[in-house]
């Protein structure tokens, strides 16, 4: 399976831009890379996704780099609400497992 | 939409035991996986399962099993349990890949919290 490096912690001030960075060197081409958080005492919960473009929702921007060997998660404005461990993983699709690595966890600083 | 529910909560086991860990998907969903949270780490595959079958299957003795039943839900079994298996077990549904999706969502429930003394 295709890794993925994250810092393990990351801090914000409210109301800041947050970027949170993702290494994957060896994703292959048909890697989606998926973006997901957890919220203290509770399962994960899907952020974000996309393949080669960038992609926006209502939760956060998702910057993929141009070899897509790293991408960002942009969350334009943190909140108390946005402290979680953020989780940056690969799926291929097919039906092929879902490896999580460590992930980032993000403090919010009032 | 109830989403992804499990149950129980918490649970307290001694070696050696047996235990049964229940999911229900997020209604329309078919595929339910499992993982293993141990403290401060990142979920672990175990194994997914789909159309009652297991499909995909983690680094994970065979102690752990699994069964989904018709109307998608899914156990989770661990036989001969050791301290090390004590751990947040997290179920995930997804749609699969029907409909000609590429890549696939996971909806996460909020774990079965086990404790082995």
């Known amino acids: 399976d295709a890794k993925t490096t994250q810092p393990n912690s990351m801090e914000s001030n409210e109301e800041e831009p947050v970027h949170l960075p993702c290494n994957h060197s060896?994703?292959?081409?048909?890697?989606?890379i998926h973006w997901y958080r957890q919220l203290p005492s509770q399962g994960p919960e899907y952020v974000i996704h996309?393949?080669?473009s960038n992609v926006n929702n209502r939760m956060a921007s998702l910057a993929i780099a141009e070899d897509r060997k790293s991408s960002t998660l942009i969350l334009h404005r943190a909140t108390l609400r946005d402290a979680a461990v953020y989780y940056c993983i690969l799926d291929s699709g097919g039906y092929q497992k879902v490896t999580f690595g460590t992930g980032t966890k993000l403090q919010v600083i009032p | 939409d109830a989403g992804v529910t499990q149950s129980p909560t918490h649970l307290i086991k001694t070696r050696g035991q047996q235990v049964t860990l229940r999911c229900s998907p997020k209604s329309g969903h078919d595929t339910v996986s499992w993982y293993q949270q141990a403290l401060g780490q990142g979920p672990q595959f175990i194994f997914q399962?789909?159309?009652?079958?297991?499909?995909q299957r983690g680094n994970f003795p065979d102690r752990f099993s699994g069964h989904q039943f018709p109307n998608y839900s899914s156990e989770l079994n661990v036989n001969a349990l050791l301290l090390g298996d004590s751990a947040l077990y997290l179920c995930a549904s997804s749609e699969g890949l029907a409909g000609g999706a590429y890549t696939d969502t996971q909806y996460f429930g909020p774990g079965t919290r086990l404790t082995v003394l």
């Open positions: 996309g393949l080669t």
């Open positions: 399962y789909y159309e009652e079958e297991e499909r």
């Open positions: 060896t994703i292959s081409g048909t890697d989606y």
